[in-house]
């Protein structure tokens, strides 16, 4: 069978809710200072699809239609073997960091 829906707790939606509630408004603003303005209408690229910060169900419904439903995956052996070691990434960026303050 296929998967439909994934079961969240309740009070994972809620501390989302929480942790976002702030952007929310913010969001809202946003989108209607952009439909309110002549310039971003001109703009030819769509607006940013931010309906998911509107109320804490379409959080939690958005949550549960991209997150919970695409499980992150665990990388391939040629997406590992392709990937240098964390240690030689911080090598470089380590010397990178001392040849700009040189």
């Given at each position: 069978g296929?998967?439909?829906r994934?079961?969240?707790?309740?009070?994972?939606?809620?501390?989302?809710?929480?942790?976002?509630e702030?952007?929310?408004s913010?969001a809202?603003?946003?989108?209607?200072?952009?439909?309110?303005?002549?310039?971003?209408?001109?703009?030819?690229?769509?607006?940013?699809?931010?309906?998911?910060?509107?109320?804490?169900?379409?959080?939690?419904?958005?949550?549960?239609?991209?997150?919970?439903?695409?499980?992150?995956?665990?990388?391939?052996?040629?997406?590992?073997?392709?990937?240098?070691?964390?240690?030689?990434?911080?090598?470089?960026?380590?010397?990178?960091?001392?040849?700009?303050?040189?």
């Amino acid at each position: 069978g296929k998967v439909i829906r994934m079961r969240i707790a309740e009070t994972a939606c809620t501390e989302l809710w929480t942790c976002c509630e702030g952007f929310s408004s913010k969001a809202i603003a946003l989108r209607q200072a952009v439909l309110d303005s002549r310039l971003a209408s001109m703009q030819p690229s769509p607006l940013e699809n931010l309906a998911m910060f509107d109320d804490q169900q379409s959080l939690c419904d958005w949550a549960h239609d991209v997150i919970a439903l695409h499980p992150f995956t665990t990388p391939g052996e040629s997406e590992r073997e392709a990937t240098p070691p964390s240690q030689a990434l911080a090598r470089r960026l380590l010397a990178a960091v001392e040849s700009y303050d040189a």
